[in-house]
């Protein structure tokens, strides 16, 4: 979504940042004409967004590695394939776990656990998962995380590589079996959900 202009009271014409609609909570859904590898039909979770830059992890990334093997302590504990999921190119070896707080928790009353939007929170992968897994619907662990400087994503914005949309609290969670990319965009509604329908390679089409 390209950045716009808009009229101040004083009648001065103002730049409005084309990242002006990204907030933790929303998701960056990748532009089918997006051929980055590390980014090509994925969804971001933007976790952090802020005028220094902006933090989220992939979720559609499923990976071999059973969080079992990397965090046995919460490997029984994690929402189904049980598996890490690449959040992203930057800090691979760093793990980073979003939960969806059950109905009624808040990130207030649940220990280990940093508010995000609503019922995603970020947790501590130092609490004990058996104090917090019944206080939340689900949680997943993800190995490294996208990243973006200031300035650097309003300008991929601008080159309409992302489309900005709402997250649900599902999303964090979708089933690897569930082609999340193409769900998002259906549920938009036209004019974005025709994008879910894009070939991707033109070439091959």
Not at 78 to 102: H, I, M, N, W, Y
Request: hydrophobic content about 45%.
């Amino acid at each position: 979504m390209p950045g716009g202009f808009l009229l101040a009271g004083d009648g001065i014409i103002v730049g409005v940042p084309a990242d002006a609609e990204v907030e933790p909570g929303t998701l960056l859904v990748a532009a089918p004409t997006m051929f980055d590898p590390n980014f090509k039909r994925t969804v971001v979770f933007v976790i952090d967004h802020r005028a220094e830059g902006t933090l989220g992890v992939v979720l559609n990334r499923p990976s071999d590695v059973p969080v079992h093997d990397v965090l046995p302590g919460w490997g029984g504990h994690v929402a189904d394939p049980q598996s890490v999921f690449v959040g992203g190119p930057v800090e691979k070896k760093t793990a980073l776990c979003l939960a969806a707080l059950r109905t009624g928790e808040t990130a207030a009353s649940v220990p280990g656990v940093i508010a995000v939007r609503g019922p995603v929170a970020l947790v501590d992968l130092d609490t004990d998962p058996d104090v917090l897994v019944p206080k939340v619907r689900g949680v997943r662990v993800f190995a490294g995380y996208a990243g973006w400087d200031s300035g650097q994503l309003a300008g991929e914005i601008e080159r309409e590589d992302w489309v900005i949309v709402p997250a649900l609290p599902s999303d964090i969670l979708a089933s690897p079996e569930r082609d999340l990319w193409g769900q998002v965009l259906r549920r938009q509604g036209v004019p974005l959900a025709l994008l879910a329908t894009h070939p991707g390679d033109l070439q091959r089409n």
